[in-house]
């Protein structure tokens, strides 16, 4: 059970970088703490590789240390560390047996075939595969093969810190429902540090802790879910979290409140400093409702999604959607629309710049 | 209910006339030769399964054959191996992947009498590279028309600097199939070069292999060109492969009937063994 700390991390793909843009990894400070379960969570194509194979070691980073509680890791050989990872498609030995890929990890480092027996029967077991441990691996289907990939990281006793790459994208849907609790009951029982990287929200969501949101190679913002979806610190993670995601206006600033146009908007408490720059409303579909009077929108859209009904409305030529309970309104028709003022905040360049009210 | 359409076998016509004209019927020439004598003139008489039995008995067509197997295992056994280390020490990505790759290729471009011809006059004592420089400058007496030794060690390298390089094509087409994945997880399982080899790398290449594996057999069990322009079979009998010596048998003696029933006990031969090559490298795969 090991704390991570990344201390300034960088990585470049190029001998020299020297703007920000020459890293596939910009500057990272983070701790993940010891045996919690955390997601990191990004559009595809954004460094995550990069930083899982830092922290398992398959990378050395261009700049910074990486610290498994407080020590420095950052040199360290993959099989040195206490590590495991699950890549996106699985990877077995095609031609031994499960039992054998199992024991794999533990053979090449020397254990004796009484403790390897011990061991593979224990997981086979916490992974309900034990009946498949005769088997060759080749012919398992693909979910019993991540279950595998799975296992062989579990499998030493001195892991500590388990990763995984996306590891449910090769499963079936039905199944990925399965294999997921599978994954939140073997955190449970074998409290090592989980980092689960996926551009999947609810993937993220049901399964962390707390999430990292990624973009550009770059933390955006770091939360247990709630925090995140509640109060995203830069509008990248009000879209790419929630569905729909936030609704994100331009806005001027006036004499401390925000006008959309012509129309006064309510912030949820006093604007940080000075804003200069781009400076934009956002908030959640779930915050808006339609109401006698507030800002004028004509219904453009009306999607039943089960629970609710999404109304997509508009207003100035921009778009908002919200999300109202029970039918909606006929389309064309014109509303009024009103933002719960406590989840009503201002974005200066994509960032957070209003302090929290009181409620 | 499904009727069947019977028109697409109008389709597959053309390719029976032409297998017809370019395989079936001349290989019924043949086994119509296996089974009759002839003095010449059209003139044809029934001789049965003689010229079988007289083949399969006879010692020369033994020792032939025996050759054969020994130049077909010695190539095997060298360029099967040679082949992967190759393919696995050379680069993945990169500048030099074209390089090494065009470099691989061109042997294989050459027509087989040149590589004879080449093979000749680079080994020819006096004035051949090779040669001269085994016998004058290393002082190695070696002249492959004078000991069948060096013959030997002459057509089989030769058959190494022409061939080897499909093992190595082959081998790299599967190695390079191989994702990254696969190494970053055996790194982190702690696993040895070797048991990347054994259990990552060499599965990965089987498919390809079997295919060259095959393919190198029955090149090499059906040689002709080059050993021919390179030692005629010689010195003595040293190196009369099996198509060397029925072309003797054809051509040299014109008996037709013998040398048809030897040309259908050596196709037999060849399917045989590649059939057996392929069950024995396949059979994992059906369970």
């Avoid at chain 1, 993959?78 to 495991?84: C, E, G, L, M, T």
């Avoid at chain 1, 009951?185 to 999947?200: G, P, S």
């Avoid at chain 2, 050596?266 to 590649?274: D, E, G, H, K």
């Amino acid at each position: 059970m090991d704390k991570i700390t990344l201390s300034k991390l960088r990585r470049s793909y190029y001998p020299n970088p020297k703007q920000p843009s020459d890293y596939a990894l910009k500057e990272i400070d983070l701790d993940w703490t010891d045996g919690g379960a955390n997601a990191l969570l990004r559009p595809s194509g954004c460094g995550k590789s990069t930083l899982l194979n830092i922290i398992s070691g398959l990378l050395v980073p261009s700049e910074g240390q990486i610290l498994f509680d407080g020590q420095d890791v950052t040199e360290l050989a993959p099989d040195k560390r206490n590590i495991a990872q699950v890549f996106q498609f699985p990877v077995i030995y095609d031609t031994m047996t499960v039992y054998d890929n199992l024991a794999f990890p533990l053979r090449n480092r020397g254990r004796d075939e009484a403790t390897v027996h011990t061991r593979v029967m224990a997981i086979a077991e916490m992974l309900e595969v034990t009946d498949l441990l005769d088997q060759k691996a080749a012919g398992l289907s693909p979910d019993n093969k991540q279950k595998i990939s799975m296992g062989r990281g579990l499998v030493r006793e001195d892991v500590n810190v388990v990763m995984f790459d996306e590891p449910l994208t090769v499963i079936d849907p039905h199944l990925k429902w399965k294999l997921r609790s599978k994954l939140k009951e073997l955190h449970q029982r074998v409290k090592a540090t989980m980092i689960y990287v996926t551009h999947d929200q609810t993937e993220a969501l049901t399964f962390a802790d707390q999430v990292v949101v990624m973009q550009l190679g770059e933390v955006v913002q770091i939360g247990t879910p709630v925090e995140l979806f509640e109060r995203p610190a830069h509008t990248f993670v009000g879209h790419f979290i929630g569905s729909p995601g936030m609704n994100v206006l331009p806005c001027t600033l006036s004499g401390g409140s925000a006008y959309f146009g012509e129309h006064r908007i309510q912030l949820e408490g006093p604007v940080k400093g000075t804003p200069e720059g781009r400076t934009e409303i956002g908030i959640r579909p779930e915050f808006v409702s339609l109401a006698e009077s507030g800002l004028p929108a004509v219904v453009a859209k009306v999607s039943d999604v089960g629970r609710h009904t999404v109304v997509e409305c508009q207003a100035d030529g921009h778009r908002f959607n919200a999300i109202t309970e029970g039918a909606g309104p006929e389309k064309g028709a014109a509303v009024f629309l009103d933002f719960k003022r406590s989840q009503t905040r201002l974005y200066v360049d994509g960032w957070i710049a209003t302090e929290a009210g009181e409620g | 209910m499904k009727t069947d359409n019977q028109k697409a076998w109008f389709f597959v016509l053309p390719v029976l006339l032409l297998v017809a004209f370019n395989a079936l019927i001349p290989m019924m020439t043949v086994v119509n030769y296996s089974v009759q004598e002839t003095f010449g003139d059209n003139v044809f008489f029934w001789q049965g399964l003689d010229w079988f039995q007289q083949i399969l008995r006879s010692d020369r067509f033994h020792a032939a054959l025996g050759r054969q197997f020994m130049f077909t295992f010695l190539i095997l056994i060298i360029e099967v191996p040679l082949g992967i280390a190759i393919a696995l020490s050379m680069p993945r990505k990169g500048f030099w992947v074209p390089v090494c790759l065009v470099l691989m290729a061109l042997p294989m471009l050459i027509p087989w009498n040149v590589v004879g011809a080449m093979w000749n006059i680079f080994t020819l004592p006096d004035i051949g590279l090779l040669g001269y420089f085994l016998n004058h400058v290393l002082g190695i007496n070696y002249d492959m028309t004078q000991d069948p030794f060096a013959a030997w060690v002459t057509i089989v390298t030769m058959d190494v600097w022409h061939w080897t390089s499909l093992v190595v094509l082959l081998s790299y087409a599967g190695l390079v199939s191989i994702p990254d994945a696969y190494y970053q997880a055996a790194k982190i399982d702690g696993a040895s070069n070797w048991s990347v080899f054994r259990f990552i790398q060499l599965p990965k290449m089987k498919t390809v292999l079997t295919i060259a594996i095959l393919l190198r057999f029955m090149d090499s069990f059906n040689i002709y060109t080059e050993p021919f322009v390179l030692t005629g079979g010689g010195p003595g009998n040293s190196t009369t492969l099996l198509s060397i010596d029925l072309v003797k048998i054809a051509l040299g003696q014109f008996d037709l009937g013998p040398a048809a029933a030897m040309s259908l006990i050596y196709f037999a031969i060849t399917l045989l063994v590649s059939w057996l090559f392929y069950t024995l490298m396949t059979k994992d795969d059906l369970n």
